[in-house]
């Protein structure tokens, strides 16, 4: 950095309040710059592809190759135009769209390399650009060698300096003849470092000792960060992005004429200046675009500063180092605040307080939003034409990678906010408005995606406002969901004075690869139109003229897209199972002949999930007796015309109850006092679940074949039959999907009066107490019972997930 205030002869200072001790988390700097990278290849790649199809022998190769692959596909047998009616009708179209896409597969190849060599030349020249910054800054600024032999005294306080700052080898010491300002710069390669010394400082040597030394520290605070690779990497992605990506693409959407060919093609992506309402939205949208990564790559460079100045301090130079910031000019408001340095009060504010570095910023977590959103629309688009022939299948292996990051980055944000005061409630921002901003930010970054500006003409994409709408409310409601476990589980590790440095990690990988499951799954649902509809249940085969029947009916079966890639999923159970164990590992190996203050309450989380078993178990064996008193024996016959049959309807609305259990566990967890509710709460849902699951196949079939509420005929006379493995699979994943789908307003509902409840009637905290060993005891043996059966429950679906995989890829 370049420090711009003239020097101070006494060095005195006010005295500081003494710094509390650095928190010890991922730098926000790393974050940032995996921010910008993202979104620069995101956004190079698409921009890349259209840049393919304004040369003109790519052009025509690729016109060619799609009027021939039309003409084989028409000319195929049984192929037609007409509207997909039947099954038969879906299947032929099918075939038809793979022999099109195994015709256009020589021409995609070469799309896609053409779209890697302008990614591998964007990385060279940010890799070149990185490389050779020392090189030029030392010619540009003729820097002059610093040695012992050339000044014996200030080169041994140098040397001495970067001593106490923790660096095992010295950098190479530069000056700068000719810069009269009282600054430094670190530099260099991991092999070769620099620090440059300005005239104006060495002159700061003689008349201002201590002003000097915080200077100093302050540059060699930037090697011992490791963040100068960082920032001229950061630089060098910058300058190639606009050189390599940017400026191509600006010169041939402006100009397409430049290389105008005879050929009649009729993509809108050649088609900018006849239509200029695309041309217009794909320029703002470039423009958004470049802002996003040039504010990306100006916050990597202010958040190096606010480290560095807290590095220094710390080594006993607070004093001289606030002095050197308040004499700082201030400079506007907006660059202080978007530009490459922070504002002087800031840094102040930093350097007294070292918790601000772990502050959140809401720009921050939308600018995650926006590349997320930019990611996935432009690599899913890329990846869906060009490498895999299944649209849905590329959504969700770039949703499931994308959802992985972008849920890492919100779950490090939470842990440097939580760390600041792990014994303070944190605020709404931590873990309820960071989520709705980033998912926010999601889809304003899909609206701006060069993806969409380049195949629709009004801003929206393939999809409408109101099924954006949909999708954005969902992903807002399961990033705050996440939010609520990542804010939770990470008060309960970082509250206790010895953490193990793997417990954190370990929770963010959770809740990144948890991200990555939501996300495979939301994001081919939010691609199209109907992806969120909900389809209610067939009416009954015999029956339907019964009111309240045929609405049990819908009710009963109703259809969600995305929940049943949830109940298809062998993750789905896992996850759930792993919001609850992590916690419970981390307290256990945390707590060993340790009292804690905030006691995990396992047991109570499974007594509560064996109490909802039960409910379902009463309720399991009242309703065939109340099935056969309500409806006639012609309405529970088997034949099936034209409907659903009532042996159908009637296993649906056992596992609907059994759901309707799981949402009430759940939401009493939540609304009760205490910590680690959401992790709790996932508990006692996974007991109900599991243990509903056993009751309805041991226990309250057999009661409804007894009774014969099914009306067989003749009365089997054994109710005890073979259980199929993969059917008890299912039902278990189907009552976990959708109570926790019931839960999720039931337990807004229950947090919210709970809270009412506790800020009316004063609350007494009870006295922690051990649970005794036999409790313990009991308590592990049933968590390692349950966690055992949820992975053999997970395994047993994997051959009905891949035939439905099958099945929504193929038809």
């Given at each position: 950095?370049?420090w ?33 990278a993202a ?11 259209s ?5 003109p ?27 997909i ?60 060698r ?11 306080e ?16 530069r ?9 430094g ?100 949208s ?26 220094a ?25 978007w ?19 772990s ?8 600018g995650?939003g926006?590349?997320?959103?930019l ?43 939580v ?62 969901l ?8 990470a ?15 370990t ?6 690869l ?11 649902a ?12 067939e ?13 049990i ?8 897209d ?20 992590v ?18 309450r ?27 008193a ?95 493995a ?6 278990a ?11 999720i ?34 308590t ?21 997930a ?10």
């Amino acid at each position: 950095m370049t420090w711009t205030a003239a020097p101070r002869h006494d060095g005195a200072g006010s005295a500081m309040p003494r710094p509390a001790r650095p928190i010890a988390t991922p730098a926000a700097s790393t974050l940032r710059f995996a921010l910008l990278a993202a979104v620069v290849l995101a956004t190079s790649g698409f921009a890349f592809l259209s840049v393919y199809t304004f040369l003109p022998d790519r052009l025509h190769r690729l016109s060619t190759a799609i009027e021939l692959c039309e003409a084989e596909r028409s000319a195929a047998p049984g192929w037609s135009d007409t509207p997909i009616v039947t099954e038969e009708d879906a299947q032929r179209s099918d075939a038809a769209h793979r022999r099109l896409s195994e015709c256009l597969t020589p021409v995609l190849v070469d799309q896609v390399a053409f779209v890697a060599g302008g990614v591998a030349l964007l990385i060279a020249v940010a890799l070149a650009s990185y490389l050779s910054h020392p090189w030029w800054i030392v010619r540009r600024r003729r820097l002059k060698r610093l040695s012992e032999s050339t000044s014996p005294r200030l080169w041994g306080e140098l040397e001495q300096l970067s001593r106490e700052i923790g660096l095992g080898t010295p950098p190479d010491w530069r000056f700068a003849p000719f810069a009269r300002t009282t600054g430094g710069q670190a530099f260099g390669l991991p092999w070769h470092r620099y620090v440059q010394l300005d005239a104006g400082l060495l002159l700061l040597h003689t008349t201002d000792r201590p002003a000097f030394r915080a200077v100093v520290l302050h540059e060699l605070a930037h090697l011992r960060h490791e963040d100068v690779d960082r920032t001229y990497l950061t630089i060098g992605i910058w300058r190639s992005f606009v050189a390599v990506a940017l400026l191509p693409y600006l010169v041939l959407a402006v100009h397409p004429e430049l290389f105008r060919t005879p050929l009649d093609w009729h993509w809108r992506d050649v088609q900018l200046v006849e239509d200029p309402g695309p041309t217009v939205y794909r320029l703002g949208s470039l423009l958004v675009l470049t802002a996003v990564v040039y504010l990306t790559r100006n916050a990597i460079l202010r958040v190096r500063e606010t480290h560095a100045d807290v590095a220094a301090a710390t080594q006993g130079s607070g004093d001289a180092l606030r002095s050197v910031l308040e004499r700082l000019p201030t400079s506007r408001y907006w660059w202080s605040r978007w530009g490459t340095h922070p504002h002087p009060r800031r840094r102040l504010a930093t350097v007294a307080d070292h918790r601000l570095l772990s502050t959140v910023g809401l720009w921050e977590l939308a600018g995650v939003g926006i590349a997320t959103g930019l990611v996935c629309a432009n690599a899913g688009f890329l990846v869906g034409i060009n490498v895999l022939s299944d649209p849905r299948l590329a959504l969700a292996a770039v949703g499931f990678l994308v959802g992985v990051v972008a849920v890492a980055l919100l779950a490090v944000a939470i842990w440097r906010a939580v760390a600041r005061d792990p014994a303070r409630v944190p605020s709404a921002l931590t873990w309820l408005v960071g989520p709705v901003v980033l998912a926010a930010g999601c889809g304003a970054g899909s609206f701006l995606s060069l993806q969409v500006a380049a195949t629709v003409q009004v801003p929206g994409g393939l999809v409408g406002p109101s099924a954006w709408v949909v999708s954005t409310l969902l992903l807002m409601t399961a990033g705050v969901l996440i939010a609520g476990w990542i804010t939770s589980t990470a008060r309960g590790v970082l509250i206790a004075p010895e953490t193990a440095p793997w417990a954190m990690p370990t929770v963010v990988a959770v809740a990144a690869l948890l991200g990555g499951l939501l996300f495979a799954v939301w994001l081919p649902a939010s691609a199209v139109p109907s992806g969120f509809a909900i389809r209610w249940g067939e009416p009954p085969a015999i029956g339907a003229d019964i009111g309240w029947y045929s609405g049990i009916a819908r009710w009963a079966d109703v259809r969600f897209d995305p929940a049943l890639r949830l109940v298809f999923n062998p993750f789905t159970l896992l996850f759930v199972t792993v919001l609850w164990l992590v916690p419970a590992i981390i307290r256990r190996g945390r707590n060993r002949g340790v009292p804690d203050l905030q006691p995990l309450r396992l047991g109570a989380a499974l007594t509560v999930g064996a109490i909802g078993a039960a409910g379902v178990l009463v309720i399991g064996a009242v309703l065939p007796f109340a099935a056969k008193a309500a409806l006639p024996v012609w309405a529970r016959q088997q034949e099936v015309v034209d409907g659903v049959a009532f042996f159908a309807i009637y296993d649906a609305a056992g596992v609907t109850i059994a759901a309707v259990a799981v949402a009430v566990v759940m939401a009493v967890i939540v609304g009760r006092p205490g910590p680690d509710r959401p992790a709790l709460a996932a508990l006692a849902g996974s007991t109900t679940a599991v243990l509903s699951t056993l009751v309805i196949f041991f226990v309250t079939d057999p009661i409804a074949c007894h009774v014969n509420v099914w009306d067989f005929s003749p009365a089997p006379r054994r109710c005890f039959g073979v259980v199929y493995a993969q059917s008890f699979s299912r039902v278990a994943h189907e009552i976990i999907v959708q109570g926790i789908i019931l839960a999720i307003p039931v337990m807004i509902l229950a947090a919210a009066l709970g809270a009412a409840y506790r800020r009316r009637v004063p609350r007494i905290v009870p006295t922690p107490r051990q649970t005794g060993a036999l409790g313990t005891v009991a308590t592990t043996v049933l968590l390692i019972l349950l966690a055992a059966f949820t992975v053999y429950l997970s395994l047993l679906i994997l051959p009905l997930a891949h035939d439905d995989w099958l099945r929504r890829t193929f038809g």
